[in-house]
């Protein structure tokens, strides 16, 4: 008797793409153990009744959700909290150093906190995003270095985001396999 693969929605609201890369590295994880996902942006999210399990991810603008995704999450949280549900953000905090930055980025931000009550998911996990110096005022350069900020360009960690979604493929029962490809 032939089983059914174990469905897996991600859904992601970007704003420069970092976003994006890492739900697209996470489904591909999940995709190599077996599952069958659907990967989409909140404005074209598939039926969730659909899916044994549900990631959904956004940056964070203003230590908040894109709109797209806090709507989405607001509008579907009677759905949500009847599915296993995962979330992740893509920011600045998880790279910050030092004794202020460390800080402030192991704080989770009240407005998100809000949305993992709303839906009570199984875990909520920072990253780090891509960060770039260019078309950053200097006042806003400057907070970054007090806070800790030690460098600008991609500043995500793909082992930890690893990490994570095999922590997730393990909670929903997807087989083992040897992921020896890293993301560039």
Not at 50 to 76: E, K, M, Q, W
Not at 93 to 105: K, N, T, Y
Request: charged share 20%; aromatic share 10%.
């Amino acid at each position: 008797m032939e089983t059914k693969p174990t469905c897996i929605a991600v859904i992601y609201a970007t704003a420069q793409g970092s976003t994006r890369d890492i739900a697209e590295f996470i489904a591909a994880g999940l995709i190599d153990r077996g599952a069958h996902v659907e990967l989409s942006d909140f404005e074209h999210a598939p039926d969730l009744s659909r899916f044994d399990g549900i990631i959904l991810g956004s940056a964070i603008h203003n230590r908040d959700y894109l709109p797209a995704a806090s709507a989405f999450v607001r509008t579907h949280r009677d759905e949500l909290r009847k599915s296993d549900v995962w979330m992740f953000s893509v920011g600045l905090g998880p790279a910050l150093r030092g004794p202020i930055g460390r800080r402030i980025g192991n704080m989770v931000p009240k407005k998100i906190a809000a949305l993992c009550e709303t839906v009570s998911p199984w875990d909520y996990r920072p990253f780090a995003g891509h960060y770039e110096r260019i078309g950053v005022s200097w006042q806003a350069r400057a907070i970054y270095r007090l806070m800790g900020g030690a460098r600008y360009g991609d500043l995500r960690n793909w082992h930890a985001i690893r990490t994570w979604s095999t922590m997730i493929a393990q909670s929903l029962g997807l087989p083992n396999t040897n992921l020896a490809t890293i993301h560039p």
